[in-house]
């Protein structure tokens, strides 16, 4: 079945610093894949998407490229800040279903210190 | 507000107890979604519905969960007898169907969730 794994954290980093979370992927079909970000206290929010092979996303600084050779979809920024801390899913939406339903990592945890 | 509402944030039960959660799609979003989230881990789905329709349910979704949309719009999910596995965050989002195109995809807006305790 379709599932979606993401490296473990926390990940602690200094300011400033780059950041990577990778993400790999297994899935039928021509899944769309997403990252979204759950601040302290707050919903899940959509950062970044991509639904086909090759296609990067980007937002707020942070991009994402959906790599169906190596079926991954990392994300990167170049640097952080410390409003970044908050954990952070990758998920994937199996298009063949027609449902749209997600399926998520089990989320990484960014904590980013000044 | 035009957002996902869910209502009540917080729900401290006792085993055996049912509970009701209630979740308000954006307005014009035809699609709503059920998750649940455990802590430490990410959402799993758990049922769909497209309009009224309840169009598919996760194997995680026992025989005690119920879930209905009964005019398209809201929707409430009610567990029976819970039991302290039931224990989690539940989440509702919706979004837009896609066009006739299955690649064009419709972003899910998430609300704040019904985090539930069972003693």
């Known amino acids: 079945g379709n599932s979606v794994t993401q490296m473990e954290g926390p990940v602690t980093l200094s300011e400033e610093a780059f950041l990577t979370i990778n993400c790999t992927y297994t899935?039928?079909?021509?899944?769309?894949l997403f990252w979204y970000v759950q601040y302290p206290g707050e919903g899940l929010q959509l950062l970044l998407k991509?639904?086909?092979?090759?296609d990067k996303g980007s937002n707020k600084g942070f991009e994402a490229t959906y790599r169906k050779e190596t079926t991954s979809f990392h994300l990167e920024k170049g640097s952080v800040q410390v409003s970044d801390s908050a954990v952070y899913f990758c998920a994937l939406s199996d298009n063949s279903s027609n449902t749209g339903k997600l399926i998520f990592g089990q989320g990484t945890t960014l904590q980013v210190k000044p | 507000d035009t957002g996902v509402s869910q209502n009540p944030r917080h729900k401290i039960t006792k085993r055996g107890q049912n509970v009701t959660f209630r979740c308000d799609p954006i307005?014009?979003?035809?699609?709503l979604y059920w998750y649940r989230q455990t802590l430490g881990q990410g959402p799993e789905f758990l049922t769909y519905f497209q309009n009224e329709a309840q169009l598919e349910k996760s194997r995680l979704l026992s025989d005690r969960f119920s879930a209905e949309r009964p005019k398209g719009s809201f929707s409430t999910l009610e567990i029976q007898r819970t039991e302290q596995g039931d224990s989690a965050m539940y989440l509702c989002?919706?979004?837009?169907?896609?066009?006739?195109?299955?690649?064009?995809?419709?972003?899910?807006?998430f609300g704040p969730g019904t985090r539930l305790t069972v003693l």
């Open positions: 899935a039928t079909g021509y899944p769309s």
């Open positions: 991509a639904t086909k092979a090759d």
């Open positions: 307005s014009e979003h035809n699609r």
């Open positions: 989002a919706s979004s837009s169907s896609p066009g006739f195109s299955p690649l064009i995809y419709n972003e899910q807006f």
